[in-house]
């Protein structure tokens, strides 16, 4: 049985964008680049056999090749568990679907690639290929053994790069390991800045709220007061620069009423005695989350998580806020984050020198 999360999943790739921005960065094949992304086709129940729609809806779509007549299939597939016959499932759909381009008098079945797309809790060990789930069939009966292989994304495991760039299928892998408000509401503009249009950019944006809603019970994300881009945005017919910028001001806000939030708190748990007299260490924190924000725009989101967490290694305040001076110093995020790991190293070992 489908569960909400599945159908905050089913949701988010069916939109367009967000199957151009899986393909795009995260399928490690050269020949992505041959495929026309911007002509991605979800094919419909309209498209594809009754029973086939059922099965497949929202999950299937047709890409063609640059100059080519010919086209890839893309199956998608959500998983929350690991299933060890994932191979043969894929294999299933696969074949249901060539069955339904064939009753359509198609002459030749177009190549195909199958995604599985798994956010479980666990690793995923499943084996990717049909012939690895069965006896090793002997070398006059291996040419007429089914072979069917699935390429596999795990969202909560995934170790690999992230590029600092506007790619939603990055911002929802950076939101599922967030942990902190801040790397939220930096992401938030991202899922404005890439559809064309306001109407795409809400309906993008209540999508990405509807998984973050399910995403934050299921793994205890940071909750957070989602927008509505119909109470930031008076007119559907507003510039899409001014609309960026209006959840840019609110982004801001929820940012500073974080800062200011903690340093009640941080006077309600008396961190400010025994200190200089006229220092203010909320505004210390306050400050602190503004280098935050400056860091993701100068340098992306990665590197502005990545500063959160190293800053928040450093006791002194005081020294922490020398960091705003790197920031219009560096020219790139690792000559930034190199100074900020020395800070740190030289706050620990207690010597008190600035790396230069």
Not at 22 to 33: G, S, T
Not at 146 to 174: C, H, K, W
Not at 196 to 210: D, I, M, T, V
Not at 233 to 246: D, G, K, L, V
């Amino acid at each position: 049985m489908a569960t909400p999360h599945d159908a905050a999943w089913k949701l988010l790739f069916s939109y367009q964008e967000m199957v151009h921005d899986l393909l795009a960065e995260f399928v490690p094949a050269n020949w992505v680049n041959d495929l026309d992304l911007a002509a991605l086709d979800r094919q419909s129940e309209s498209r594809m056999g009754e029973d086939l729609g059922e099965r497949l809806q929202d999950r299937v779509w047709r890409v063609d090749l640059r100059n080519s007549s010919r086209f890839v299939m893309v199956l998608l597939e959500f998983q929350s568990t690991v299933d060890r016959t994932m191979a043969v499932r894929v294999l299933d759909y696969a074949t249901d679907l060539y069955m339904d381009l064939l009753r359509a008098r198609r002459s030749r079945l177009p190549a195909m690639l199958p995604i599985v797309l798994y956010h479980g809790k666990r690793p995923w060990t499943a084996r990717e290929e049909v012939a690895m789930l069965a006896e090793p069939p002997g070398k006059f009966l291996a040419p007429y053994q089914p072979s069917q292989r699935y390429f596999v994304l795990d969202v909560g495991g995934y170790t690999g790069p992230l590029s600092e760039n506007d790619n939603l299928m990055g911002a929802l892998i950076r939101l599922a390991h967030c942990r902190r408000e801040e790397t939220v509401v930096a992401i938030l503009k991202v899922l404005v800045r890439r559809p064309s249009s306001f109407e795409r950019a809400s309906l993008l944006l209540q999508a990405f709220g509807k998984w973050y809603e399910q995403a934050r019970k299921r793994y205890g994300l940071p909750k957070v007061q989602w927008p509505d881009l119909d109470d930031l945005i008076e007119e559907e017919t507003m510039p899409n620069e001014i609309m960026r910028q209006r959840v840019d001001e609110w982004t801001d806000r929820q940012l500073e009423k974080w800062a200011a939030e903690r340093k009640e708190k941080w006077r309600a748990e008396g961190r400010t005695e025994g200190r200089a007299e006229g220092w203010d260490e909320g505004r210390a924190e306050g400050e602190i989350g503004l280098m935050r924000r400056q860091a993701a725009r100068k340098f992306g989101a990665e590197t502005a998580e990545r500063l959160a967490e190293r800053l928040a290694e450093i006791a002194d305040p005081e020294r922490a806020v020398e960091v705003g001076e790197w920031l219009l110093e560096c020219d790139s995020g690792e000559e930034l984050l190199d100074r900020v790991a020395r800070l740190c190293e030289s706050t620990a070992n207690g010597d008190g020198a600035a790396p230069s």
